[in-house]
């Protein structure tokens, strides 16, 4: 939705710099919560680390919703934070947006009511009708994903992710309470829980409870989830992994100003916590900021294909299916959601619809998968030269089955940056 509102704007390239500029709006809502709660150096520090977490570094370059759904989060967070009925507004736009993004975090968006509703500055007939302002305009949110699901779907409770009912169940919950922590341990050390000692050391600060709350609801909002191995799946977390930082700064501004006390040359010795938190994450860092390398090929391949593929084309397809339909235009049909003996039969369909049946893999995440997946196929040993690879970090095939059909000899384009 943002996206197609940049790309109304500004054209195609807009579309590109959303995840990057929500990035830096979560640095800067980071920057101003964590100030109110221990001073600007407090700020400073858990903005840099929530700038420079692998989390937000990959997924600012391989853009999905969840860094715009945390930036709207923390915004509405530290407009929470603030007071008086502009203040409530706005925290409740920020709410209704970063539900349209992920609804599931939808919860998140009690914090926010209960700071409001609980504002201590205000009288309380109008905490409440602050309250009121707050919740009618985070109610547009998922108001507006009812509509479009069903509109797109046939009923308001229906996503358009496929097999979504079987994403959230019980039996992940034991899984995902000791993969979270691991995963976070592992990229961040274990130093970074430290930061949970700021809800005591802040504790007649809301913004230290509130830090908590997003913490705790974050991550029981994912338990349930699937069990995803992988560091860059904390991006589910990013709210909650934004409001540790903030403690964890605290934290240590904390710590070393009860060691200035003693000694001010002592004092920097506080940021060495911090420090090690940042080194930790390097190789993660490194990799982050050469993603887009990876994506380099997938423009290529958008461009190329576009210009040559005819126009009855279908394409099968799994990883690169949305690049390939946003590029091309051409009907998708999508690997994943084939039954393993239907291929060749479908494959015969298309073709007696009219259709000329192609194929785009990603060689490394998705060659070896499609031959087993389909070893019965007469294609599924993937035993004839494709059309043109487009190689930066890895290499993604396009294939016309016709040439298998008709062990055509053909060239191969290498489509390289």
């Known amino acids: 939705m943002v996206a197609a509102a940049f790309l109304a704007i500004a054209g195609p390239l807009a579309v590109f710099v959303v995840a990057p500029l929500a990035a830096g709006l979560l640095a800067w809502c980071t ?54 009925r502009g203040a409530a507004a706005a925290a409740g736009a920020a709410t209704a947006v970063a539900v349209m993004i992920r609804p ?7 914090i926010a009511g209960l700071l409001i509703l609980f504002d201590g500055s205000a ?13 009618a305009l985070a109610a547009v949110g998922p108001v507006i994903v009812g509509w479009s699901q069903y509109v797109l779907y046939g009923s308001p409770l229906t996503p358009g992710y496929v ?21 976070l341990w592992r990229l961040h050390t274990p130093l970074l829980f430290a930061g949970f000692a700021g809800v005591w050391l802040f504790r007649q600060s809301r913004v230290a409870w509130s830090a908590c709350a997003m913490i705790a609801l974050n ?50 010795l506080a940021l060495i916590p911090a420090v090690l938190v940042l080194m930790q994450a390097m190789p993660q860092v490194r990799y982050s900021l050469n993603e887009w390398r990876a994506h380099t090929r997938v423009r290529l ?38 039954e393993p003996a239907t291929l060749d039969q479908v494959i015969d369909q298309l073709r007696g619809h009219g259709y000329h049946p192609v194929l785009v893999l990603d060689e490394a ?20 030269r494709p059309r043109a690879t487009f190689t930066t970090i890895g290499r993604i095939w396009y294939l016309d089955l016709a040439d298998r059909d008709h062990a055509a000899r053909v060239g191969t384009d290498a489509v390289t940056d």
């Open 365 to 384: 995440l998705e060659g070896e998968a499609f031959r087993a997946r389909f070893p019965q196929s007469r294609y599924g040993r993937l035993d004839w």
């Open 163 to 183: 097999e979504w009912r079987g994403f959230f169940r019980i039996a992940h919950i034991a899984p995902n309470l000791e993969l979270y922590p691991r995963l």
């Open 31 to 84: 920057f101003v919560v964590a100030r109110q709660l221990a001073g600007p150096i407090a700020g400073l520090l858990a903005a840099l680390l929530i700038a420079t977490t692998p989390v937000t570094l990959l997924h600012a370059v391989d853009a999905m919703g969840d860094v715009p759904a945390a930036a709207c989060w923390l915004l509405a967070w530290l407009m929470a934070l603030g007071h008086g």
């Open 104 to 110: 599931n975090l939808a919860p998140l968006g009690a």
């Open 301 to 338: 391949m958008g461009h190329y294909l576009h210009e040559v593929l005819p126009a009855n084309a279908a394409v099968l397809s799994f990883m690169h299916s949305g690049a390939v339909a946003h590029y091309t235009a051409r009907q998708i049909v999508r690997l994943d959601l084939l």
């Open 219 to 268: 991550f029981a909002i994912y338990l349930p989830y699937l069990s995803l191995d992988d560091w860059p799946f904390l991006r589910f977390l990013l709210p909650g992994l934004a409001a540790l930082f903030v403690l964890f700064a605290a934290t240590l501004v904390h710590i070393g100003m009860s060691v200035g006390r003693w000694s001010r040359w002592l004092t920097p």
């Open 123 to 135: 009288p309380s007939r109008w905490r409440w009708k602050n309250a009121a302002l707050f919740l």
